[in-house]
């Protein structure tokens, strides 16, 4: 990914001591690019909670990193495991957080304590690059299916509609649904993208507008509650989204507000596309609808709305009376039966056992 020019990655250890490391707080983002500096595991714990850092696949490498320096710190195994359990605690629901301390652990409890932090950092350098490799995969196998509409309708664009921020600041680089729409457009394909604002925090007005616009590809940010109508009118060919978990029926969990575009796509004959590394494949859990934990995040971010204030400053500012209670839950699930396909490193394949499977025999 390129800022004003610059290629950057959305977590990177410090060139110069080799160790600290760096991630954009998210929460400014798109008013300033602010780049933290963390330095202690509870720093990577509270930048997780906060959501200074977020997007499954990136709260996974970044928590790897956070092991990291919790074993600079102390490498016993006493203190690992509860630093480990600590970063793993910070978000309930994408379950790649769980996978990168679960795979970094792995590697860890074999390694004697002097070796840890090279074998670490080691580790969390890997889970990192093979993120990367993994979304650029998605983003060919995803192109492909651009590629089909733009051949339907020459001399148009192929409208995408998507939810949340699936693009790279939301993983290592590349993103998972947006990675297709780059490639496309870096092709020359022409792609107009419609952005869900995603209230509460705005996510897609926020971040998902801000890299689209980074990256030159033309987008409109829409309310969450005008794509039905878009599509009823003829105005998306195509929603794809990102997610947090999908479980072994292909179950999809993402951003709240993604099951009821899933709903509106299947009421309208749209393809609906899940872009995903398979590091969100969760293969313990069959039925997502029961088995997995929403997150409930503070009431606050949606009785509050922050934003650029005329005068320049960012601001806070209450949108719900003092007197409403509020709730704020973060994620939902969207069954396999209105999902098109998911789109993984490994290609393309139906949202049910036997399509994850065939992909992933491993796991059959
Ligand atoms: O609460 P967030 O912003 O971390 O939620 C992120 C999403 O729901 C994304 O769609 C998902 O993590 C996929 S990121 C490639």
């Known amino acids: 990914m390129k800022i004003e020019g610059t290629p950057y990655r959305s977590v990177w250890v410090n060139r110069d001591d080799n160790w600290s490391v760096h991630i954009f707080d998210q929460t400014r983002l798109p008013w300033t690019v602010d780049i933290l500096r963390l330095t202690e595991p509870s720093e990577v714990a509270q930048a997780i ?101 733009a051949a339907k309708k020459p001399g148009r664009p192929v409208n995408l509609l998507t939810h949340c921020n699936a693009g790279w600041i939301a993983t290592v680089d590349w993103g998972t649904a947006l990675a297709p729409i780059y490639m496309a457009h870096d092709l020359g394909i022409a792609v107009h993208v419609w952005v869900d604002e995603t209230r509460p925090r705005n996510q897609g007005a926020a971040l998902t507008a801000w890299e689209l616009g980074m990256h030159g590809v033309k987008h409109t940010v829409i309310a969450d509650n005008a794509g039905g109508h878009l599509m009823q009118h003829g105005e998306v060919d195509m929603v794809i989204v990102g997610t947090d978990r999908v479980t072994r029926q292909g179950d999809v969990c993402n951003k709240i507000g993604t099951y009821l575009k899933a709903l509106a796509a299947h009421d309208n004959n749209l393809p609906f596309y899940v872009g995903l590394p398979s590091s969100t494949i969760d293969w313990n859990v069959r039925d997502g609808i029961r088995e997995i934990p929403i997150e409930e995040r503070p009431a606050t971010e949606l009785t509050t709305v922050t934003g650029r204030a005329l005068d320049g400053s960012i601001a806070t500012i209450r949108v719900v009376p003092t007197a409403s209670p509020a709730a704020n839950p973060a994620f939902d699930v969207t069954p396999a039966r209105l999902v098109t396909g998911l789109i993984t490193e490994r290609g393309i394949c139906a949202a049910s056992e036997a399509g994850l499977t065939e992909l992933f025999p491993e796991h059959a």
């Open 49 to 149: 909670k906060s959501m200074q850092v977020r997007g499954a696949p990136l709260i996974g490498a970044v928590a790897a990193y956070g092991l990291c320096l919790a074993l600079r710190q102390d490498a016993r195994t006493e203190s690992m495991e509860r630093e480990a359990a600590i970063l793993a605690d910070t978000r309930p629901t994408a379950i790649n957080l769980r996978w990168a301390i679960a795979r970094m652990l792995t590697v860890l409890r074999n390694t004697a304590p002097a070796e840890r932090v090279r074998a670490a950092y080691a580790e969390a350098a890997a889970i990192a690059d093979e993120d990367v490799a993994q979304n650029e995969a998605i983003g060919r196998h995803g192109l492909a299916i651009i590629q089909d509409i």
